[in-house]
């Protein structure tokens, strides 16, 4: 009984260190990755699909981290059109592809833990709200409102 508990616990104890350095390198990766995603960009990558039009200080930018290749993010490119065409002045829409090698940065910056995930930007830069999922526009248009954004 007591072999099985000290071979159990052995095996335990390595693999959790071994899993240990695969850790330390993502979080290195991640440091690296958030110095070169915070710098100004001048054209989108193929993960980055600006939807908007180059608004010059949007009210609210509404970021879309999913992957062309997901059924709900699928669902949710008609709702980013709609509010890029009817919102066009006041909020700007970006669409990242976070299961390419160019976005994954962006769900790392994000800290994003499924996809679809919608974070909303005030006109500062900062977060002010975050929803996970598919979201219906009825919805997203509430919070574009609670930012000052009108119809």
Request: net charge positive; charged share 35%; hydrophobic share 35%.
């Given at each position: 009984?007591?072999?099985?508990?000290?071979s159990t616990l052995t095996i335990a104890v390595f693999l959790f260190l071994g899993?240990?350095?695969?850790?330390?390198?993502?979080?290195?990766?991640?440091?690296?990755?958030?110095?070169?995603?915070?710098?100004?960009?001048?054209?989108?990558?193929k993960s980055e699909k600006v939807i908007s039009s180059k608004i010059e200080k949007?009210?609210?930018?509404?970021?879309?981290?999913?992957?062309?290749?997901?059924?709900?993010?699928?669902?949710?490119?008609?709702?980013?059109?709609?509010?890029?065409?009817?919102?066009?002045?006041?909020?700007?829409?970006?669409?990242?592809?976070?299961?390419?090698?160019?976005?994954?940065?962006?769900?790392?910056?994000?800290?994003?833990?499924?996809?679809?995930?919608?974070?909303?930007l005030d006109k500062n830069g900062r977060e002010f709200f975050r929803h996970e999922?598919?979201?219906?526009?009825?919805?997203?248009?509430?919070?574009?409102?609670?930012?000052?954004?009108?119809?």
């Amino acid at each position: 009984m007591r072999i099985k508990t000290f071979s159990t616990l052995t095996i335990a104890v390595f693999l959790f260190l071994g899993c240990e350095p695969k850790k330390n390198t993502v979080i290195e990766t991640k440091k690296t990755d958030t110095k070169t995603i915070e710098q100004p960009k001048e054209t989108p990558k193929k993960s980055e699909k600006v939807i908007s039009s180059k608004i010059e200080k949007p009210i609210v930018t509404f970021v879309e981290l999913g992957s062309v290749g997901c059924i709900p993010c699928k669902m949710m490119q008609p709702i980013m059109k709609e509010i890029e065409e009817e919102y066009k002045d006041q909020v700007k829409v970006v669409f990242y592809d976070v299961w390419t090698q160019e976005g994954r940065p962006y769900a790392e910056k994000y800290k994003i833990r499924l996809i679809p995930t919608q974070v909303f930007l005030d006109k500062n830069g900062r977060e002010f709200f975050r929803h996970e999922g598919f979201f219906p526009k009825e919805e997203l248009v509430k919070i574009l409102e609670m930012q000052g954004v009108k119809k």
